[in-house]
């Protein structure tokens, strides 16, 4: 699944417009390298965000798309630190 697509259904990001301007502004990480909107995805793959004063970093567990009011997750939260 792309990188922006990903960040949008996940609800890590709400609009997808936004994960692409982020990524292009470099600064969403895929396994510690520089990920660009049309990055794949996969199950196992550690992504780092950067929001603001933020860093959120996060391992993908599934790329299927839950239903909605599903509870299923998307992702598991590995560590969220601010910047100093």
């Known amino acids: 699944m792309r990188l922006d697509k990903y960040l949008k259904v996940s609800r890590l990001i709400k609009r997808r417009?936004?994960?692409?301007?982020?990524?292009l502004a470099?600064?969403?990480?895929?396994?510690?390298?520089v990920a660009k909107p049309a990055s794949t995805v996969k199950p196992g793959d550690?992504?780092?965000l950067h929001f603001g004063l933020?860093?959120?970093t996060v391992k993908v567990v599934s790329i299927d798309i839950p239903k909605p009011k599903s509870e299923d997750v998307m992702f598991e939260l590995?560590?969220?630190t601010k910047k100093s």
């Open 78 to 80: 590995i560590s969220e």
């Open 26 to 33: 470099d600064l969403i990480y895929i396994n510690d390298k």
């Open 46 to 48: 550690t992504l780092t």
């Open 17 to 23: 417009t936004v994960a692409k301007d982020a990524a």
């Open 54 to 56: 933020k860093i959120l």
